[in-house]
Every structure is written in structure tokens, then in C-alpha cells.
């Protein structure tokens, strides 16, 4: 077994994570690039397919990402027409996010994009590979802080997200 202790950069965990978010962004890029949207749309795009009608803040903190560039994104989604927002009715101060019809219509692209990378990073792993690499995945994000649910928007994941 080899050490992860040692001071060579292939020994480094992050060296790797970075590596594939780099690679990741460069796929994500040029799946989104025929559509004129940005690659931080797409966990976005994600959650509002999943999720009617969630804030701003809570599209946010589920990107990982801040207001700020959660907003610009919004508002070259807004601006294509794959988005609307509103006043939430009980609370003005908190903006909701829609899908337009235009929007859902990127189910099938948000879908494949996200499926495509999957079946990329696990090309040849075993279902029980698969499973090992996204629990120790998961269990290094949670060692960095809360990990929100794709699904449920709520801080430490049970197994079903």
C-alpha cells in the first residue's frame, strides 16, 4: 500500500481533486458553450430542474457558491430566458428562481452532461468501486464542513442524496 504521507505531488489528494475540477470545468464548459451559458449555471440549472421555485440564497449555499456569482450567473440565465425571478409573497426581501419553459427544456443536456462526466471519472470501476470512491469523496468534503443534499437542500446527508 502506498503512503499518502509523502512529499512527491503524486501523493497528494489535492493535487488530484484539483485535477479533475479543473478537467471538470473544461467538460462542463464545452457542453454548455452551444447554449452561450457559462459552466456554474449548471448546478444551478440542476437544482431549479429539481426544485421549483428555490431563492437565491438557497441556490447559493447549494453551489457552494457566493451571492455574488450566483447572481451574475442568474443574470445571464435571466437574460438567455432560461430563468424569471420574483418576490417571494411572504417575504419580499427574498428573490425566487424559475425555470421557463426555455429552461426545461435543458433537462435532457443538464442530464447527459452530468451523466456523461459520471461515467467518465468511473469508466471502468466496479458498482462496488464506484460506491467506495463516493463515499471517501463524500467523507473528505465532510471533513471540510456541512455537506448540503443535492436533493433536500439540507446540511449532512443521509445516504439518499
Not at 437574460?79 to 427544456?105: C, I, K, Q, W
Not at 443536456?109 to 460506491?131: K, Y
Not at 463516493?134 to 446527508?157: F, I, S, T, Y
Request: include cysteine; aromatic fraction near 6%; glycine fraction near 8%.
Amino acid at each position: 500500500m502506498v503512503s499518502v504521507s509523502g512529499t512527491e505531488p503524486d501523493y497528494s489528494v489535492g493535487r488530484w481533486i484539483g485535477m479533475l475540477h479543473h478537467r471538470a470545468m473544461a467538460f462542463f464548459a464545452e457542453r454548455m458553450a452551444p447554449y452561450g451559458l457559462p459552466h456554474p449555471a449548471l448546478p444551478l440549472l440542476r437544482r431549479l430542474l429539481r426544485e421549483p421555485a428555490p431563492s437565491q440564497d438557497e441556490l447559493s449555499r447549494f453551489a457552494a457558491r457566493d451571492k455574488a456569482n450566483v447572481s451574475r450567473v442568474l443574470d445571464r440565465l435571466e437574460a438567455e430566458g432560461y430563468v424569471t425571478r420574483s418576490a417571494d409573497p411572504d417575504d419580499s426581501r427574498v428573490n425566487r428562481v424559475h425555470l421557463t419553459d426555455r429552461g426545461r427544456e435543458l433537462e435532457p443536456v443538464v442530464g447527459a452532461c452530468f451523466r456523461d462526466w459520471n461515467e467518465l471519472l468511473t469508466q471502468g470501476f466496479t458498482e462496488t468501486e464506484r460506491g467506495a470512491a463516493l463515499a471517501l469523496l463524500r467523507r473528505m468534503a465532510e471533513n471540510c464542513g456541512p455537506v448540503q443534499c443535492a436533493d433536500a437542500g439540507r446540511d449532512q446527508c443521509s445516504g439518499a442524496c
